[in-house]
């Protein structure tokens, strides 16, 4: 599937889930994308309740885009859940290049006044 065919078959916010687990993600060591984040805090992050979060994952699950892995703590707890993410052909992730703010010219305080008595006149 590409990433046009994805997009009409995913409901809305399971694509912002997968834009979220993709920004939240780093690279593993075979070069597929891991996400470590819990359900309740994508919906934070992306101001949605926690239950379209997880219905979203379940979504995205089915299409094939996530697996999940949970693992348990020392203790018996679930640990938060890691997300492998394969990308839909025709999306690529690219880091945007740095903006740099505009050079602003600086205004000294006798502009300020000519300024000032143009506007007045």
């Keep these: 599937m590409d990433a046009s065919e994805v997009r009409r078959v995913l409901a809305p916010s399971a694509w912002m ?3 979220e687990l993709l920004v939240c993600s780093s690279a593993s ?3 597929e994308r891991v996400a470590c984040e819990s359900v309740r805090t994508l919906s934070r992050s992306l101001g949605l309740s926690k239950d379209t979060v997880a219905r979203a994952i379940r979504q ?3 299409a094939g885009l996530v697996t ?3 693992r348990r703590a020392d203790a018996g707890t679930f640990e938060s859940g ?3 993410i394969t990308l839909p052909d025709g999306v690529t992730l690219t880091v945007p290049a740095p903006v740099s703010p ?3 010219a600086r205004v000294n305080a006798r502009d300020l006044l000519q300024l000032s008595l ?3 006149s």
Aim: glycine share 10%; aromatic share 4%.
């Design 68 to 70: 999940v892995a949970q």
């Design 118 to 120: 143009a506007i007045e």
């Design 29 to 31: 060591i075979d070069g």
């Design 60 to 62: 995205l699950r089915g």
């Design 102 to 104: 505009r050079n602003r």
């Design 17 to 19: 889930v997968l834009e």
């Design 82 to 84: 890691s997300y492998a």
